[in-house]
Structure formats: structure tokens, C-alpha cells
């Protein structure tokens, strides 16, 4: 289960770039509610709100409980803005979910006891983590903070799957349904390749070696 993330905001009218940009200065956050059959609603969040629940890994992938005006929704956080270098969020969409339907989130990959497997004891090898989150599809009630992947078994040459991951009850990855070639490798173990200096070899030295 999730973290129970929760969010409180208040309505808005929307008035276009100038009345963002007031809103930030307030120290607002101005954003859209959408989904389940209802109108998409502008709203307005704190931004030291948004700040304190983004601390936490699971903020982004998590169902949030967000009361607009005193009415409780559940939602998902799906698109959000970011200053490009100041820590300041610019704007957020929040999507209204159905407890009853499911979801598809992208939830964090932690991986367990690498340095304890053999590949991680052995020299010359490289593991490779090429997913750090998957999409999931499921209640949500049964979302997932992360799903963790142990490679207490890993060694030198192994693949790990989309497949060979265990989820959660009532949790599954959507794309292994859509054929074998998004069977996609998670994690590879592969050795470092070593580049060989010819002159070690035995073949020709530099021209300016040989004048």
C-alpha cells in the first residue's frame, strides 16, 4: 500500500498568464483537476504543500487524497512543471481516479542486495539498471509504493526481465500483454571490455616511433 499522501486546495478562476504568475508569488501553485466523468476544475494548491509531499519517493506515484473546497476526491498526479533551475513548481494536473477501475502509474524500481550477489562481488562487471520504474496496472488500492527486485542471485552474464519480476497481489505490467518484444531486460550483467594498445600486441608503433 501507499503512503497516504494528502493535499488540500481551493478553487480558481482561470485568467490567464497573469494571474498564474500572481498566484506563484503568493506562493500558490496553480493547477487543473480532471477525470471521472466530472468537468475539469482549476484549483490552487500551497506550494510549501506541494514541497513537503514531493520529499517523499512515492508523492509521484501515489493516489493522494486532494480536498477542493471542502470535497474530498482521490487523485493521481499526471503532468506537472518545473522551473528549470529553481526549486519552484509552475503548474501540476491532478486526474480524478475511480476507487473501482484501474489505474496505470509508473512506480519506482528498488533494487536489493546487488553488493551481496556474486556479480557485484566480481570484478570486471558491469551491472546495468535500464528500468528504474515500471508502469503497473491495477486498483487503486492496491498501487504499489515500489516494487522491489532482489539480485542476491545476480552473476555475470544473467538478464533480468520485465517477467521475471514479482508483483504484488492484484498488481500487473500491462506491456507484457502486448508480446514477447516488450519483454524488455531490466537489469544486464555484462564484463568490461578492455581496449588493447597494438604496440602491447606486437604490431606496428607510431610512424614518429619508428623515424
Known sequence: MSTNHKLTATSRKIEGKGASRRLRIAGHVPAIVYG???APQAIQVLHNDILLGSR?????????????????????IKD???HPFKQLMLHMDFQRVNENEAVRVAVPVHFL?????????TAGLVISHNLTEITV?????DLPEFIELDLASLKGGDIVHL?????PAGVEIPEL???KEHDVAVVTVAAIQEEVDPAA???DAPAEEKK
Open 36 to 38: 471521472a466523468g466530472e
Open 177 to 179: 500483454g502486448l508480446g
Open 163 to 167: 517477467s521475471d519480476i514479482k508483483l
Open 201 to 203: 600486441e606486437g604490431g
Open 56 to 76: 517523499f519517493e512515492s508523492f509521484y506515484s501515489s493516489v493522494i487524497d486532494l480536498t477542493v473546497d471542502g470535497k474530498l476526491q482521490k487523485v493521481l
Open 80 to 82: 506537472w512543471q518545473k
Open 113 to 121: 542486495n546487488q553488493e551481496k550477489s556474486p556479480a557485484g562481488k
Open 137 to 141: 496496472s491495477c486498483l487503486p488500492k
